[in-house]
């Protein structure tokens, strides 16, 4: 469902490790992406959150820094990566998703595309990531939600979509 999808959308992904940001933006290439990531992560490489073109933020707290930054890169064309579980999965299975994506789809007023990612928790495990394993790695693309399906649903219809896709 991604022919014609040319302008900014908002992506949603699942996430399993820290390939998938690399997967994704092979995935979406040339799209240009801007992923919101947990400033704690790049602790000491802050320069690399600048080189990647992200926006940083905190987990779990309320940043409206975070969706004024996000909505500006929309208004300006590029795509805006979000990863709603804020946790590696360590045994491959959905984590919580909270009630506030469905008004921040509300909000952006762009399309809705999900990245689900298939296998990357076995690829390098937390307890095991140094070793990387040959193991095969599946992403599905979707646009789940258009700009005129979202106009016509409620927050918590858009939250139901997001966590039917989000099952792997």
């Keep these: 469902n991604m022919d014609g999808l040319n302008g900014p959308f908002l992506m949603l992904s699942n996430h399993m490790h820290f390939i998938d940001f690399e997967l994704t933006a092979t995935a979406l290439y040339p799209k240009r992406m801007n992923n919101v990531v947990n400033i704690d992560g790049f602790y000491k490489r802050a320069w690399l959150l600048n080189w990647i073109g992200a926006i940083a933020t905190r987990k779990f707290t309320t940043d409206l820094h975070l969706i004024k930054s996000m909505i500006k890169c929309l208004k300006r064309g590029d795509a805006v990566g979000l990863y709603p579980e804020a946790r590696y999965s360590a045994s491959g299975t959905t984590s919580f998703l909270p009630d506030s994506i469905g008004k921040?789809?509300?909000?952006?007023?762009?399309?809705?595309?999900?990245?689900?990612?298939?296998?990357?928790?076995?690829?390098?495990?937390?307890?095991?990531?140094?070793?990387?394993?040959?193991?095969?790695l599946y992403t599905r693309i979707t646009q789940l939600l258009t700009i005129e399906q979202i106009e016509q649903m409620s927050a918590e219809e858009i939250n139901a979509a997001i966590r039917k896709e989000f099952i792997y």
């Design 104 to 136: 921040l789809v509300k909000k952006c007023k762009v399309p809705v595309v999900t990245v689900i990612h298939h296998g990357n928790h076995l690829y390098a495990p937390f307890w095991n990531f140094r070793d990387k394993r040959n193991v095969p």
